[in-house]
DNA sequence: GTCAATTCTTGATCCAGATCAAATTTTAAA
DNA sequence: TTTAAAATTTGATCTGGATCAAGAATTGAC
């Protein structure tokens, strides 16, 4: 349909979904997909409303949740540029389990599931890359549960900020910037914990100079220490009575 | 390769993975399978080994755990006959990300990871059966990352014994029995809890009738009460002062 | 600027569930 | 049958972190 860019052909040829196919290729499955921006806070789609479509996300962040029934949020991944979401819809079908929330203004395409469904067939190697994306992703989740059921929750804390860092961090000349509203209950949420306990865990990391905490913002200063926090090579408990 | 009976292709026609192929192709792409025979307690393979094959059950049970630095055991997923483990061998090839212990004596087919990629393309109905079982795995495990997150032992310890009556649960005139060895430790591992807790809740469960617990046995009595538990329709609190 | 709405901090308290410590029961092996 | 090993139960205690409460800081709207 409509013709790309150079430079968003080149964008796009970065996506793992179309990893090894021919930009000839992306822009015949790309004619079947629907452009659309979104303002932070919209929602992409919600938890349990029909998976309709697949979405590839160009520009933006959003992060996609699940609520419990007693009103809970559960953060179960942060969507960054060049990543694909929504993927359960892509062939499965039933509903969505989680909802897609924006945290930036987002651009996007969406895939209609039934063009995936054409397209996958047709495009060997795509299919291959969605399996291949799909496993990656039950690895990352085993991680987290795995992390979850053993690991205190300051430990916790410091993995969530290393991967967001991974994920989406902007350095500067002392420090690494996460570019996202980020509150402390958002912190909370990805974790399984509760905004008080984050807090707390700042505020401390905040004291020793690992991080600056700031209202929704956060840097991290000394990311190597966090590493060590995270891996228990090192606990804050040890500082107390650590030699001065 | 070797012939294979009917009453063994009709079982395999049932597993996920060859949904919807025909004998004739599930011949086929077996012939490159090694079949192999477990004794419980036995490794299929091993946490951070080198992921050389995807393996199809055919009879028998195996529970999937990951191990934590420092020691401690957490059961992913318990794996019952016609089911597939070790799908991350099947494309993306690095290390197992966990290991795979028989409970009961397991009669199992391997497939080379070689071989699976030559196959793969070849049969696009079973790729998209593989995509199709690892969403669906995502999903699974996404819901139990939520319970984890936000449910609290007695509900999350509901859950689990729930999962293994559909599962592998055995209907006796009064009863559902479960069919394996299962220790405290082992449900514990299953929620991420400790073998005191589990056995705490059991006794108070065997108490108001809802189970029978014996050493490494487990049948349930009463799986709708256990239902409404897990719901959180109830909660064993609430039973301190009822009226009589 | 002022005001109101959010977000964040921090102290105080509480509790589910982990940990510790002994029995006790079950199972299997000698 | 005796005995030892393993699994389980159950009481006692402890504690990480949730919950509650009350300000303080930040931000945006007017």
Redesign the pocket.
Known sequence: MNELSVELLDQLSQIDLFAGLLTTEIQEILAYARPLTLQPDAYFFQQAAPAKALYILLEGQLKVTQLTPDGQQVVMRMVNSLEIFGCVAALSGGEYPASAQATKTCQAYALRQKDIQMLLPQYPKMAMNAFQIMVQRTHELQDRYRELATE???RRLAHAVLRLVDQSGREESDKIVLDMPL???DLAEMI??????V??I??QWEGRGLVL?????LSVVKPDILSQIAEAQIFSADLKNAPI
């Open positions: 205190c929750v300051e509150s402390r209950q399984g914990s509760t905004l008080y306990s807090s707390r700042l505020s905490a700031g209202r929704e913002k």
